[in-house]
């Protein structure tokens, strides 16, 4: 089944040109390349990253844990590159393989995404949203992918406006281990559209 692209630490696995943004392209996280690890160390330790629930981790921690989602056929994480640099942390995952698949009803086909926007000093309008699109045309481009599932918490105000603002569709709210959050869906058809 093709429903999940990942590749080896470092490797390139997507590309796309956005108007406003450039190039834009998606490597596999290697936490084993130090850069790579501050970088991202650094992000979830951002106030902003509180919902992440990663910021009390050390380096190593997190290198060990992200070493373990590397080690999954089911979940896989990349930095999204802009001309290189990289500007956010996408994670990819199959719901029948996570705690949040216990929650709804799995169809096929559905992939669960994690994302964080990390501190870029990009200036331009609708960034994030832009990110997002770039998210998406990732996840369609696997030729099983039916459905996004997004599950931030409940209490994440503004990643709830941006997810309907983009076109997500809100589900239930679910409680899982360390949060309450809101399930949110976009479908293959309404995103081709």
């Given at each position: 089944m093709s429903l999940l692209?990942?590749?080896a630490p470092?490797?390139?696995v997507f590309r796309v040109h956005d108007n406003a943004l450039g190039d834009l392209s998606l490597t596999v996280l290697d936490v084993d390349d130090d850069a790579d690890l501050?970088?991202?160390?650094?992000w979830v330790r951002e106030p902003r990253a509180a919902f992440w629930g990663l910021g009390e981790l050390s380096r190593e921690e997190l290198r060990e844990l992200y070493r373990f989602v590397d080690s999954l056929d089911t979940h896989h994480a990349f930095l999204l590159?802009?001309?290189?640099?990289?500007i956010a942390l996408l994670q990819t995952y199959d719901p029948e393989h996570d705690p949040v698949g216990e929650h709804y009803e799995v169809r096929e086909g559905d992939v669960g995404l994690h994302f964080f926007v990390g501190s870029h000093g990009i200036r331009a309008a609708g960034v994030t949203t832009r990110i997002i699109r770039a998210f998406g045309e990732f996840v369609f481009s696997a030729p099983d992918a039916r459905r996004?599932?997004?599950e931030p918490d409940v209490r994440n105000d503004a990643a709830l406006a941006r997810?309907?603002?983009v076109g997500f569709?809100?589900?239930?709210?679910?409680?899982?281990?360390?949060k309450r959050a809101q399930l949110a869906f976009f479908e293959r058809e309404r995103w081709a559209a």
């Open positions: 692209i990942s590749g470092g490797e390139t501050d970088l991202v160390h650094d590159r802009r001309e290189g640099t990289p996004v599932i997004v997810m309907t603002r569709e809100l589900g239930p709210e679910i409680e899982l281990e360390h």
